[in-house]
C-alpha cells in the first residue's frame, strides 16, 4: 500500500526526501485584551513561521484567553517558546516590554538524517536499524 501526501511545491524537489516544510497551529495563551488585533497576531506569529490562517474564535475575539494561527514552519528552525514585545517610549509613559509565552498544538517529527517526516532521529531507521523490523517479520508476527 503507498500513502500519497500532498506537498508545497519545491523546484529543487528530490522523490527520495521530504520537505521539512509543514503546517502547524501556535497559540499565544493569556494574550492581553489590547493584543488581539490582527497586525499584533500577525508579527507574533512571523516570529515562527509564514502565517496562513488565524482561527475564527480569534478573529471574532470569541476567545479571550488565546489566540490561535496556523502558520508554515521549517522543522529545521528552532521555535521560540515565547517572544519579546516591547513598546517604545511615548508621550503615555517610558518604555516597557512584556514577553508573550509561544504554544505549539502538534509539531510534526522531522529526521535530519533520512529526511522523512514522521520521526526524528532517536526512531530513526537508517541510524538505528534494529528498530526497523523487515517486512518477513512483520508478515510472521501477524501469522
Not at 1 to 18: F, L, S
Not at 77 to 106: H, L, M
Request: charged share 30%; hydrophobic share 35%; glycine share 4%.
Amino acid at each position: 500500500m503507498w500513502q500519497m501526501r500532498c506537498i508545497k511545491w519545491n523546484p529543487w524537489w528530490k522523490p527520495e526526501e521530504e520537505t521539512p516544510i509543514a503546517i502547524a497551529w501556535i497559540s499565544f495563551p493569556k494574550l492581553p485584551p489590547n493584543f488581539f488585533g490582527k497586525e499584533f497576531v500577525f508579527s507574533l506569529a512571523s516570529a515562527v513561521g509564514k502565517l496562513l490562517h488565524v482561527d475564527l474564535a480569534s478573529q471574532n475575539g470569541t476567545r479571550p484567553s488565546s489566540a490561535k494561527v496556523k502558520v508554515e514552519v521549517n522543522l529545521l528552525a528552532k521555535f521560540p517558546q515565547r517572544t519579546r514585545v516591547v513598546e517604545e517610549e511615548d508621550d503615555s509613559g517610558p518604555k516597557e516590554s512584556k514577553w508573550i509565552k509561544t504554544e505549539y498544538d502538534y509539531m510534526p517529527k522531522y529526521c535530519n538524517t533520512c529526511k522523512k517526516k514522521g520521526h526524528d532521529k532517536y526512531d530513526c531507521w537508517e541510524i538505528h536499524p534494529k528498530l526497523h523490523k523487515n517486512f518477513e517479520e512483520v508478515l510472521d508476527d501477524q501469522s
